[in-house]
């Protein structure tokens, strides 16, 4: 199964999260998502996978979240989604996602509940 992390290389809970899937053996691929933004339906998949609303995966304090008034409550998933894929910055990090599942690395030992069944396959 592949396991593709949205990473950040600056980010130390994503190199950290990188980092324990390394030590478990697990050579995921990698996606950079400030450069290569997800699309708005990957995003939708993705919080889906997630069981996450958009809000629940927005970085509220990134300077587009202020500037393009994203705090508003009465704003559409949609709107909140397609700020994400216009603005990665936004979007919370790392994300990784293995078959159907996916979770926040947050903290970033929260990986291991995905992949450890992979781990106890092999």
């Known amino acids: 199964m592949t396991i593709t992390i949205w990473h950040n290389p600056r980010c130390s809970k994503s190199r950290r999260t990188l980092e324990i899937l390394n030590d478990l053996g697990l050579r995921p691929r990698i996606v950079e998502y400030l450069k290569t933004p997800p699309q708005p339906e990957e995003l939708r998949d993705v919080l889906r996978r997630l069981a996450m609303a958009p809000r629940d995966l927005i970085r509220t304090r990134e300077a587009p979240w202020r500037d393009l008034g994203l705090d508003d409550v009465d704003l559409s ?3 909140l989604i397609q700020a994400m894929h216009e603005h990665p910055v936004l979007i919370e990090r790392p994300v990784v ?3 159907d599942r996916a979770v ?3 903290p970033p030992e929260k990986v291991l509940d995905l ?5 106890t396959a092999r």
Do not use: F, H, S
């Open 77 to 79: 998933d949609n709107v």
């Open 97 to 99: 996602l293995a078959g």
């Open 104 to 106: 926040l690395g947050r």
């Open 115 to 119: 992949v450890g069944d992979q781990q």
